[in-house]
């Protein structure tokens, strides 16, 4: 049974080859991902190798809100003297060193913009003096207010020596100082992962970067000469309670390499999105070409069976095989992940300024998981298959070779039960708070059940679709050949159907989103021109409150509201804030519309939200909710007023005063400028930009139109990743159609030599191939066209609390998605067509 077994593997190893080939890039890019995250890993760890050697612990208070992902950063608590003795009296502790460095010193370079990022934090840190780790390559340390030393990667970036003036922004305004140094890191290095480091005199620092003198924003810790920095760790915590972080020299290297290292998961995400799309294609690919050749090997199995083989021998037989499909991929798939993780990790090192690329690590994780992705997944895709193999009684050897469709109902049953349990999933996922975590298994099976369910729909679908290529005989011959076998029509197009819905979801929120916000602008929005920073996001443009005041008095400006911009929590769940220097003009200029209570500017100790937030914190007009902002301590504010969603008011509204107590930064982010009736906003534009570039060189003053296409490309980089899903969808979906056109010619070589006997020409049946190929590329891109559409909408309804009023469906790039299946499967096509043509006639007649 081995012997045959082989013997059946290597006579159809191409085909079988071909099914691998999907396998192949679903483990070149688990590999590769896990290949790129060791060395790039391992990289940044040897950047930070004695960064912190001096220190046996690192003390910090923990910060009042916890940064979210794509928001400000978290405001770092600031320690005092008192808690740097605190820490000395302990027991085991030599000494202990107040420390200043926070992230959020940008540098202007000598063209007035910010100085571009080498790849990790901007830091500004009082200076300590030189030691092992830091050592000056020109210059002095600064002794006076007004002086700074830089490290070699700014003023190697900026073009900056010592002698040169800079300007420095941090959470006050733009102020100037003098380079007197610039200093490097051991073992050569010009910066620990990238970082770009201006170091004040430590009074300079405290104030700029805390916000007050004498403060710290970390404690250094020398132990006791015997005493280990896991026992004075214990103590420490012990003593100073669960207000404060204490970590090992080597768990805060650890920390600051993970913060600049967080692309890394950006990167391994990335490629394991493309390796889930690669190994669920595939899985149905496989499934197809097994399912084809078993019954084409309908008379050989029977034969098996007749001479004696059990059910178990047939099945281990197929599972054989996939075996070794699976080993094979998985060899070449490892080999070309790690070319993907050498490429990916050369790219991702050279953005980053001074970062030495560790050698290339294959780790042991990735060569398991390789091998256990491309066989297990292979082989589990082959069962079915394979027990639809054990079923083949003796008797059929007499049969012909191959079976007609069946028709499935246990099939069907299975795909309606998943579709509706993927349903009930989407729709927790929507109105639920489980988000992606229930949101990724509902969709995959709501795509198996549709997928298994594509048959009942199939031929309808297959010959209304084929009435556009059934004019000439070849067309009509396509067309019945594409709906003879519904089944294996819509497995075969079920890879596209996939990278179709996904693309065609996310579009159509994005079509949503755009229409909605565009619709916002006309309807209720009076400003004509923003003052913010570039990117949707506009926390990190703070703004000098002198230079918006005499903006405000330039000649055709009506009014300007001005705000602040934060993040906080409520009942410690993550919430934006916001902050209107004069919220009446707020309500006017963003035409903010009251849902419930007064929208009027709220008095000391109340606060107004936008329907999102209430509902979020089931708050309604009169409830006390508590805030946690920045800095400070949580404060207690009664509900005044709800008001309408709205894009540029998505958040609760908190006094000013208590903003410039409690907010991150104590400086305007935005500024909305209305103008008087028949002022040029090119006349006015130019005016607020020359007084604001100097003060406040992070702004940038947008028209209304500039500010709608900003929050209509939000999903911009989505879109493009999806669509990049879909390319990797598309390239299996090409090996899986040219595998069942493959396959299917030789199922019908005696038809088509009959077909070539009574006239019909060679480029009769390139078109005839052709037409096939197109029709079940275009039937998975039609389905994926309506699944996708469904899911967008669904998804967009569900985001009617985020701003998205109105749903949208984006048509041009439908259409551009049907092109392109019909492309992928005039390219599917061309090598079984080419094959099919050149069959010998009289050998194709007599072929059984």
Known sequence: MLTATLKSLLSRKLRLLMSGLAVVLAVMFVSGSMVIKDTLGRSFDAQFTGAYEDLDLHVSLKPKVKAETGGPASVVPALDAAAVNRVAAASGVDKSLGIVKVEGARVLGKDRKLVPSTGGPRYGEGWRGESELLSLRSGRGPRAAEEVAINATLAEKAGFKAGDRIEVLTSEPKKSFTVVGVFGYSEGRDSIGGEQTVAFTEPVAQQLMLGKPGAFSGIGVVTDSGASAASVKGALVKELGND?????????????????????????????????????????????????????????????????????????????????????????????????????????????????IASLGVPASAVVTSFAVGIVVTMLAALFPALRASRVAPIAVIRAAATPDHKG?????????????????????????????????????????????????????????????????????????????????????????????????????????????????????KSDLVAKGDGPSAQGAPMDPDALAQAARVPGV?????????????????QKVTSWQDWDKARDVLGVTAKQGSLLPPPAGSVVMDEASAKAHSAKVGDKITVQLQRGEPRTYQVAGIFENSTFTNSIVVPWDDAQTGFSGKLPSQAFFELEDGTATSAVVPQIDEL?????????????????????????????????????????????????????????????????????????????????????????????????????????????????????????????????????????????????????????ISHS
């Open 409 to 525: 109902r246990k099939q069907t049953w299975i795909g309606a039960i998943l579709l509706a349990l993927g349903v009930v999933l989407v729709t927790i996922a929507l109105v639920g708070s489980s988000g992606m975590s229930t949101m990724l298994p509902a969709v995959m099976l709501s795509f198996v059940g549709i997928a298994l369910l594509a048959p009942l729909v199939s031929r309808p679908a297959v010959w209304a679709i084929g009435v556009l290529f059934s004019r000439a005989l070849p067309g009509q011959l396509g067309r019945r050949n594409a709906a003879r076998n519904p089944r294996r029509t819509a497995v075969t197009a079920s890879a596209i159907m996939i990278g179709v819905a996904l693309v065609t979801a996310v579009s159509t929120l994005a079509a949503s989103f755009e229409s909605s916000v565009t619709d916002e602008f006309k309807q209720t929005l």
């Open 692 to 844: 604001l570039k100097d003060s406040s060189p992070e702004a940038k003053v947008m028209t209304k139109a500039e500010v709608r296409d900003e929050f209509s490309s939000a999903f911009a980089l989505q879109v493009t990743v999806v669509q990049a899903l879909l390319g990797v969808a598309m390239l299996i979906a090409v090996l899986g159609i040219i595998n069942t056109l493959a396959l299917s010619i030789l199922e019908r070589t005696a038809e088509l030599g009959a077909l070539r006997a009574i006239g019909l020409g060679r480029g009769q049946t390139v078109r005839m191939i052709m037409t096939e190929s197109m029709l079940i590329s275009l039937f998975g891109a039609v389905l994926g066209l309506v699944v996708g559409s469904v899911l967008g909408l669904a998804m967009s309804h569900a985001l009617e609390d985020q701003g998205v009023s109105h749903l949208a469906l984006p048509w041009s790039q439908m259409l551009a998605y049907l092109i392109g299946a019909a492309v992928v499967g005039i390219i599917a096509s061309l090598a079984p067509a080419r094959r099919g043509a050149r069959l010998n006639v009289l050998h194709a």
């Open 558 to 574: 009506k009014q300007v509201a001005i705000a602040m911009l934060d993040s906080g929590t409520v009942d410690e769940k993550a």
């Open 244 to 356: 404060y972080t204490v970590a090992t020299g080597e768990e805060f290297a650890k920390k600051e390499s993970d913060k600049s290292s967080a692309m890394l998961d950006m990167i391994s995400q990335l490629l394991l999105g493309f390796a889930g799309i690669a190994v669920f294609v595939s899985v149905f690919l496989i499934v197809n070409t097994f399912s084809i050749i078993i019954a084409q090997r309908l008379r050989e199995l029977a034969l098996l069976r007749a001479l004696g083989a059990s059910r178990r021998q047939m099945i281990n037989s197929v599972l054989l095989e996939s075996f070794a499909i699976g080993l094979v991929s998985s060899v070449l798939g490892l080999a070309a992940g790690v070319g993907v993780g050498a490429l990916g990790s050369s790219l991702a090192g050279g953005s980053i300024e001074g970062l030495e």
